[in-house]
């Protein structure tokens, strides 16, 4: 059974950085898409950032672009997302997950973190 497990959240200032990081164990990380999504209070779970199973292509959501960058390092089985230029709005839950590109599912993510808090003060 895979398990990702996320930290790096924190409370940070507007305009601050934080990178959040999440660590995949009991699969084989290489094969997975890998996902960044947020929750905010009374809100749906959104898409934030996605990467490839060999590191690119990356893609961002609208809200996020030329603020946060996506990577991973397979070696250490992680992914990461830097978020620099920080705004309230970015203020939810933060979490990673993994679309097994060899389960013959499209698309969809099948493994998830719990969630990493963060939040970001006016």
Same mark, same amino acid.
Not at 32 to 45: D, H, I, S, T
Not at 53 to 59: D, I, L, N, R, V
């Given at each position: 059974?895979v398990?990702?497990?996320?930290?790096?959240?924190?409370?940070?200032? %507007?305009?601050?950085?934080?990178?959040?990081?999440?660590?995949?164990?009991?699969?084989?990380?290489?094969?997975? $898409?890998?996902?960044?999504?947020?929750q905010?209070?009374?809100?749906?779970?959104?898409?934030?950032?996605?990467?490839?199973?060999?590191?690119?292509?990356?893609?961002?959501?609208?809200?996020v672009?030329?603020?946060?960058?996506?990577?991973?390092?397979?070696?250490?089985?992680?992914?990461?997302?830097?978020? $620099?230029?920080?705004?309230?709005?970015?203020? %939810?839950?933060?979490?990673? %997950?993994?679309?097994?590109?060899?389960?013959?599912?499209? $698309?969809?993510?099948?493994?998830?973190?719990?969630?990493?808090?963060?939040?970001?003060?006016?």
């Amino acid at each position: 059974q895979v398990q990702l497990v996320e930290s790096g959240g924190g409370l940070v200032q %507007a305009g601050g950085s934080l990178r959040l990081s999440c660590a995949a164990s009991g699969g084989t990380f290489s094969s997975y $898409n890998m996902g960044w999504f947020r929750q905010a209070p009374g809100k749906e779970r959104e898409f934030a950032a996605r990467i490839g199973a060999s590191g690119g292509p990356t893609s961002y959501a609208a809200s996020v672009k030329g603020r946060f960058t996506i990577s991973r390092d397979n070696a250490k089985n992680t992914v990461y997302l830097q978020m $620099n230029s920080l705004r309230p709005e970015d203020t %939810a839950v933060y979490y990673c %997950a993994a679309d097994d590109l060899r389960d013959g599912r499209l $698309n969809q993510y099948v493994y998830w973190g719990q969630g990493t808090q963060v939040t970001v003060s006016s």
